[in-house]
Structure formats: structure tokens, C-alpha cells
């Protein structure tokens, strides 16, 4: 998918764009599995580090520091973790005992990844003495890659590097081989247990690499589904690229709409359902600020996805100057961040007229309409309804 | 000392379930099950599956995390198996012939006590449960006593324990019949039928290279530490012709001819045996895809 402007044929940029994008799928992964944001950023810098002591080849270095990366993408949309899904616990614990395999998938899928990240990937939580998951390999039928993001993990969820090292320490011949846990102790008194900060490594992305666009759609359909709000991103791109349109936007800021349309949903995970609530009433809206900060902040620092963020962050702001969480009123809300906001508020409105058609009197454009001038720009809502007129 | 294998068979069980979904199947048959980690997880993920192989203890922890689809073990059930229970009476030295080779004197007698204990479990699915959880007691201190330093002494009821309540967190449901036998690789093909089947050919000799932790938890439930492998598979297709190249290769062509019936059948091997294994199985069957994602774990899936 076209999502991006041209590259003008400068192969550095597309690169560039795909790595941001796998490091935006990373950070997606943390959120949906619950784990703190830069989670995968920290593993895939002390994967590495540990791989080298571990004397993992080093032509696999880069696919531990990418599987490191993308080591929980599976969590987005697994059964125990999804919206509405209350599993009893033992079934919960037995969905995520997938996650792996399922993050496994993601990667195989992903043309542009070194061949070896997936099963880094499937691999990472098996324990020596095979009561691991998914696959209960066990002695060294697991490979030393994923050995490296196995202990990888146990520094990032330690409280303290030390915590880490009596974890292992303790857990020799059992999760872990002897000679891993030795090696991890010599890591840790050789590094003071600190690593480079994670650099993506482009070099090892394959020439043949995936379209950006096409996997950042993907990545906006998984999230969807795991929401439980399938098809919602396709929906307020289709709306949001076409009301910028019609109000004449300039090519830069539908660029920056069209990806805040597709990742503007990462910030529920893990923070609550947004759609669970009325979108125009404010009751939630404190709560749908906190999503809009956690979806910019995913997108912060990642060039070619960044401009993407004030407008996800912006989107709980209303015209009238009292949303949240800045305050901002009328045309000091960014252009593309007014769209964003009603184009999401029409689909949900939408969907839930049509699901309850007995349950609503006024139609979504009628709702949308009373709320033009206090929530939402007129001019924006104007565009919005046009929009959905169009493609009805 | 005993020399413990650097290396196991990998059989990926993500990897065959993907197989499997690829080629619409929904039962499984792998004669050469092994230890049935692999065919928990298919039928966890809904496949009926069935297992065979000639030692017994693998059929035996089959029974518990394959056949049996509700029974676990409370607390009080776990302490009947961990510890001696007051009245009843012992073969303390009935592994006395591994005390100062193999394990402590200590180790010795719990191997005695366990072994009694888990013949009055309630169940056949208890007590598959609790063999498995035992040999992983048993593969630690085989460890533990090549490395004494780099891992923790830890209570060996304690350790059994941890390792018993491990094994039953796999027990599930798939509301379709899995079972498994204790039988020859023929005598499973005849008396049973899926949409796959799941060979992974024994390497040639691999009588005389199979790992100790194997064997010898199967002279643990036989209650003969002096059992050998031979004993078990001196009748089998595999024992009786295992030196011998030519008749190896005809065991292997036998089974995928008696296998001609499945729809679907992967046959497991890896980069080192591909050579010998692949031209016996293209010979089989015409369509042949080998699927190979990494050197260890390589595919030759055949369709009809």
C-alpha cells in the first residue's frame, strides 16, 4: 500500500522506514503482552551483548538483536490477552504458552527479516530441562540464540541487574544450561550488566525487504482484532485520507494522517477500551487522553513514523478548548488531529447504530453533527460526513 | 561418570502443527513417539493424536499428558509421591547398584521410594504425570553430578515437587480420543489410521548412542537397574538390523510402504541423514516437498 510518499527511488529511505516500522511493531508487541514501553528495545540491546559471550555466531548477531525486537509481536491478538476474552486461568496460561509460536509466524511472514529471527523468536521461552513453552525442547536441542533472548529477559524484568544474576544463578540445570549460566555471570561481571543502546541493525534487513505501508495495514489489522474492533483502522484511514482531502490538506500532512489512522489504536493496549465508551460524551475522556499520549509515545522517535505522533496524542483535545490533556482549542489543534478525532468518533458511532439500530434514535451523522462546534470542528465534521456519504 | 549427550532430537511440534494445518489434517500417527511432549501440544491445539513406542515409561507419561484429558494431582496426592508414607513398605535398595556410580545414597533410596509410590497413584494419567515429572528429577541430578558446583542442591522432594506440578500443567482437553500404545512401529501403523503420520527414523545404531537419561529411566520403572536397551529392542524391526546398512534401508522402505495409506506423512530427519533418508522416501511416495528451516530440523512431506 502507497501509505508513504515517494522515496524518489532512494532505496536508504525505504530501508529506513522499514526498520521504523519493525521497531514500531516491537513496541506494539511490549503494550499488547503488558510489559513497560522500551521492553523490547533493552532486550534486543542485552541479547546481544549476552549472544557475543555465549559465542553465538556472529552472522546471527543482528537477527538476536531483531528477535530480541520483535520477541512479544505474538501477544497482539493472543486468546488469553484480547479484549472480552475471559479465559479461566488455566486456559489463559495455556494460550500464552503460544505466544512465541505466534510471534514465530509474524516474523516468517515478514519477507524482509533474517530467515534465523523466527525461530529466535519461537524458541525464547524453552527451559533446558524441558518444561519450557512452546516447543518443550530441552538440553541443547534449543539453540544458543534463543538462549541469549532467554536471558536477555530475566535482566529486563529484573528489578536489579543482581536480581538477574541469583535468578539464573539459581535456576541452573533447570531453566537454564550450567555453561549458559555461567556464561551469563561472565556477561554480567565483564558488561556491569549495561549494554549498548539498542541501534537497529538495516544492514541485515534483506534486500528483497516487505512494503512499510503494507505491514504497518498489517499491523493495524492485528491490533484491531485484538481490540475486538475489527476493521476499525481501514475504516478511519478511508474516512480521515478523504475528509484531508476534500479540506485541502497539504501531501506531508495526509502522509501523517494516514499513520496516525492505522496506529492510533496501540495506545488502548494494555490502557483500557476506548470503545467500550460513548465517544461523545466525556465521561472516559481522561481515559482516552492517556491512550492518545501512549499511542504518541510508540510513535516518538521513530523518523519516519514521528510526525504521526501530535496527532495521535491530540486526538482526545476538543475544538472548544476542554478536552485533554493540553487544552487545546480550534486551530491550534493540529489540522490532521481534528480529522483523526472525528473520523474515530463516526466509526464508532457507526458500528454501534448499526449494531443496535433500536437502541439510538439519531443516525451518526446526526450525532455528529450536534457535536460540531464544542467537540469537533464544524468545517471537519462537514468533511467527515461527506466522506461517509461517499462510500455508503 | 556417565556421559551425557550434547545433543537430542529436535521435534518442533509449532513446526508439524503448521504442517499439519497446511495440509488440512486433523489426526496424527507417529509410531517413534518418544517422549510425547510433541503430541501434547497437537492435541492441545486439537489434532487426535497416537503414539507408539516400545519403552514402556514413554507410553507411560503418554498416558498422562496425551490419553488423559482432566486428571491432575492435589496437593495431598503429590505429597503421597514425593514421600515415604508412614506403613507402607519400601525396596529401599532396589537401585542400590547405582549408589556411588550414578547417584548418592540418598538419591538411591528415593528412586526406591518414588518407584512404589507411583505404582499406588489412583490413575494411569496420575501416574504418567508423575513418572515425567520424576525423570526430570532424575535428568537434574545426572547433571548435577557432572557440574556439582554450578547448580543448586535442592531437597529431591522438593525438586520432585516443583517438577510434578510442572508436568501437569500440560494436562488438557481436545474432546477427540488420543492414545497411545506400547508396541512396535509395524504394529502401530496396522492398528491405527490418521490423515498424517509423524516418522522420524531412529538413526542407524542409535541402540548403541542413545542417551543414558533414556534408558535408564526405563530400568528405573522396570525396577532393574541392570536393564539395557538391547532388552527392549532386541525384537523390534530396528533392533535386530541396525548394524547393518542395506537391511536399515529396508526397515525404513517397509514402514513407508505399510504407511502408504496416509494421506499426508512427514518424515523428520536433519542436514547429517538427509542424504541417506531422502532418496528412500522419494522412492515411496512421488510427490515429496522437503521443507527445511534449519539444519537440525528438516521435513520430507509427502502427499498422496
Known sequence: MALFQEADGDPRVALDRLADVLSYYGAVGDAAAGLTFGFSLRKAAFARSIAEVLEVEASLLDAVSIAGLLHAVGAIGNPALVRENDLPERLATMERWDIPAAGARICAA???????????????????????????????GIPLPSVALALADRVVRAHEPEEALASIAEEAGRSFAPAHSRAFMLWFHRTGAEAEPFTFPRTALLADFSDPGDLLLDIADRIDRHLAVPGRARNVLR??????????????????LRIAALTFGAGELGNGFESTLDPLVRLGLERRAEQAQA?????????????????????????????????????????????????????????????????????????????????????VVTAVLDAAKAHA | ?????????????????????????????????????????????????????????????????????????????????????????????????????????????????WFDNVRNLRSDGQTGLAILGLWRVFCYWLQKAQEPDEMPDLPPSELAWHYI????????????????????????????????????????????????????????????????????YRDTLFGARSNDPAAYQRSIAGILSEAGEYPLLIVATNESRLGEIEPIVRNARAKVECYAPNESEIYLIATA
Not at chain 1, 523518523?303 to 480550534?330: C, H, I, Q, S, Y
Not at chain 2, 488420543?178 to 492398528?191: A, C, G, I, K, P
Not at chain 2, 534408558?215 to 532393574?224: F, I, K, S
Request: charged share 25%.
Open chain 1, 239 to 256: 474516512l480521515a485520507e478523504a475528509s484531508a482531502r476534500a479540506l485541502g490538506c497539504t501531501a506531508p500532512e495526509i502522509e501523517a
Open chain 2, 1 to 113: 561418570m556417565i556421559e551425557l549427550h550434547e545433543r537430542t532430537r529436535r521435534i518442533s511440534p509449532t513446526r508439524i502443527h503448521e504442517i499439519l494445518l497446511r495440509y488440512g489434517a486433523k489426526s496424527l500417527v507417529d509410531p517413534f513417539m518418544g517422549l510425547p511432549t510433541h503430541l501434547n501440544y497437537l492435541k492441545r491445539h486439537g489434532i487426535a493424536v497416537h503414539g507408539g513406542d516400545v519403552l514402556e515409561w514413554f507410553v507411560r507419561v503418554g498416558e498422562g499428558i496425551v490419553v488423559n484429558d482432566l486428571t491432575i494431582l492435589r496437593d495431598h496426592e503429590v505429597a503421597e509421591i514425593v514421600e515415604m508414607i508412614p506403613g507402607r513398605i519400601y525396596a529401599l535398595d532396589l537401585f542400590k547398584a547405582w549408589e556411588g556410580v550414578f547417584f548418592t545414597e540418598e538419591q538411591c533410596v528415593y528412586l526406591g521410594v
Open chain 2, 165 to 232: 506440578r510442572q508436568s501437569e500443567r500440560w494436562v488438557a482437553s481436545n474432546m477427540r480420543r488420543n492414545t497411545v500404545r506400547q508396541s512396535d512401529v509395524m504394529q502401530t501403523l496396522e492398528r491405527q489410521r490418521a490423515d498424517a503420520l509423524l516418522f522420524a527414523p531412529p538413526p542407524r545404531n542409535a541402540l548403541h548412542h542413545a542417551d543414558p537419561r533414556i534408558w535408564m529411566w526405563e530400568a528405573w520403572w522396570q525396577g532393574n537397574p541392570y536393564f539395557t536397551l538391547e532388552h527392549a
Open chain 1, 295 to 379: 499511542g504518541a509515545r510508540l510513535l516518538e522517535g521513530l523518523p519516519a513514523l514521528a510526525a504521526a505522533a501530535p496527532l495521535v496524542a491530540a486526538r482526545a483535545e476538543w475544538f472548544d478548548g476542554t478536552g485533554k490533556p493540553a487544552g487545546l482549542a480550534r486551530d491550534v489543534i493540529p489540522i490532521g488531529a481534528r480529522i483523526l478525532a472525528t473520523a474515530i468518533a463516526y466509526d464508532a458511532i457507526d458500528i454501534d447504530t448499526r449494531a443496535r439500530p433500536a437502541a439510538r434514535r439519531a443516525t451518526a451523522g446526526e450525532r455528529l453533527d450536534g457535536a460540531a462546534g464544542t467537540h469537533f470542528d464544524p468545517r
Open chain 1, 110 to 140: 515478514i519477507g524482509a527479516l533474517p530467515e534465523r529471527v523466527a525461530d529466535i523468536v519461537r524458541w525464547q521461552a524453552e527451559a533446558w530441562d524441558g518444561t519450557g513453552f512452546p516447543d518443550q525442547l530441552r538440553w541443547n
